[in-house]
């Protein structure tokens, strides 16, 4: 039987490699006629139109689907590395810094996740608005409760999405209400890995929230749950804000530093990614390089809780993967464009601006690689899964006023990054499907 194709057409842009501070024309393809070959799902062929048609074998010419996207920019579905579903309902919630933004939001917010319809329903809700945003994969922090991450995975599989989720682990220093224990971070993640991981395009991510809220012995199982399969995930935050700093060195005061907790409990390698890494120091950057795992650069949040400013070039000089991440709820906008504004703004802040190029690729292939799934998505090289989002940037008038008149591709897009958010989706593709469309 033939193969179900399906060609796509439009101006389309995806990065090879990280194209660095030098702006190395070689990390990306950029075709303004361009084509996509996508055969059951998957990336045949992507390149000039002419070229891919021409090549093309009359029988599957014939027989393919047709989407013209002509005047529209075409790109890997965005990649959000960070974010909290169950904390869409505390966006925009006045707070001081992290530690009281916690207590006085987020974790009542979390607490209310004992209702499994209310889980089902936010889950929804939360894929919905990623796929309108047009983030398709993302590394996903469910709540304490092992229902919230089935209602996750549950609804990420209908959509037939690549998503990462965990049960956050969670045994000390937190309301009642949100802790297990070792034990039973053990059973529930096991029984939660054994459900999904693998499952479709899911994949399981052992989910510890952070050191001040698990024992030494819950950090070992969670050591012990990352060593579990080989292709496992893992997802927490490291040295995100002063006070939390502060707090690590009186809880661990046989670790030399934060990330040597982590160290010391297995939690690092391939796989790990660590949301924010703002306060680390020249050792620990070189460390986390050697150890593979990658940090989440969050900057709408550690703008919003004041946290400090990330920095990214030096971090990235170091060899560390690093993807971008909105943080949702201490971010402030689902919006991967947003977030590559608020990423410039934090690097322009430290007058090391982020380049265009590097934003993008940051927001595409580089958040694949950060959470080791780039043998899958982040880009169009052939057998990639094809998740990819359409922007037009004409659809906000003030955008289309600045493109008007802009004189290279690079200056449009900054110009997207910069002035556009989730008005410019115009059409978001699962596997080729499409899923979302504006109007
Ligand atoms: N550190 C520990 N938990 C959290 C959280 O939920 N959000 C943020 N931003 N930082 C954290
Ligand atoms: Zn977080």
């Known amino acids: 039987p033939l193969p179900t194709a399906m060609l796509v057409r439009g101006s389309i842009l995806h990065f090879l490699a990280d194209p660095g501070e030098a702006c190395n024309t070689a990390a990306w393809e950029y075709f303004a006629d361009g084509a996509l070959l996508i055969e059951d799902g998957l990336v045949r062929r992507c390149g000039p139109w002419a070229e891919v048609l021409e090549n093309l074998p009359e029988v599957i010419r014939d027989a393919a689907r047709y ?17 909290h579903y ?7 919630s006045f707070g001081r810094e992290l530690l009281d933004w916690l207590e ?4 009542p917010a979390e607490i209310a996740f004992e209702d499994e319809t209310l889980a089902s329903s936010t889950a929804s809700f939360f894929l919905d608005r990623l796929l309108a945003h ?80 698990s024992s030494p012995e819950q950090l070992a199982v969670a050591g012990d749950l990352f060593r579990s399969r080989p292709d496992m995930h893992l997802q927490s935050h490291l040295s995100e804000n002063w006070r939390e700093l502060e707090w690590v060195g009186e809880l661990f005061p ?20 660590y949301g924010h890494g703002i306060h680390l120091s020249p050792d620990e ?47 402030t906008s689902l919006s991967m464009l947003r977030t590559m504004a608020a990423a410039h703004t934090v690097s322009q802040a ?33 057998g990639k899964e094809a998740d990819f989002v359409v922007l037009d940037g004409r659809r906000i008038p003030e955008l289309r006023f600045r493109l008007d008149c802009a004189e290279s591709l690079a200056e449009e897009l900054f110009a997207l990054m910069l002035l556009g958010d989730e008005r ?14 504006a109007e």
């Open 67 to 83: 989407r013209d996207y002509t005047g529209k920019l075409i790109v890997p579905g965005f990649v959000d590395t960070h974010t």
């Open 86 to 92: 169950a904390q869409m309902k505390v966006m925009g």
């Open 104 to 107: 006085n939001y987020t974790y």
């Open 134 to 213: 047009g983030t398709t994969t993302a590394s996903v922090f469910a709540t304490v409760h092992a229902h919230s991450v089935d209602a996750f995975f549950f609804e990420a599989e209908r959509r037939k999405l690549r998503m990462l989720c965990g049960k956050v682990l969670m045994d000390r220093h937190c309301p009642q209400a949100l802790r297990d224990s070792p034990e039973s971070a053990w059973r529930e993640s096991s029984a939660l890995i054994n459900r999904w991981h693998g499952k479709g395009r899911l994949a399981y991510s052992v989910s510890p929230r952070f050191a001040p809220t």
């Open 254 to 273: 046989g670790r030399r530093d934060y990330l040597d907790v982590y160290e010391h409990y297995g939690l690092l390698g391939r796989g790990a990614i």
């Open 285 to 331: 950057k070189q460390r986390l390089a050697q150890s593979a795992a990658a940090i989440a650069f969050c900057p709408s949040s550690n703008l919003f809780l004041g946290s400090g400013f990330f920095h990214y070039a030096a971090t990235a000089e170091a060899s560390v993967q690093v993807g971008l991440a909105s943080d949702v709820g201490a971010g």
């Open 350 to 382: 430290q007058h090391q601006p982020l380049s265009p190029w590097r934003a993008w690729y940051l927001a595409t292939l580089g958040g694949a690689q950060a959470l080791a799934l780039d043998q899958f998505v982040g880009n169009f090289t052939a």
């Open 424 to 437: 410019c989706v115009a059409a978001t593709h699962i596997l080729g499907e499409r899923v979302f469309c």
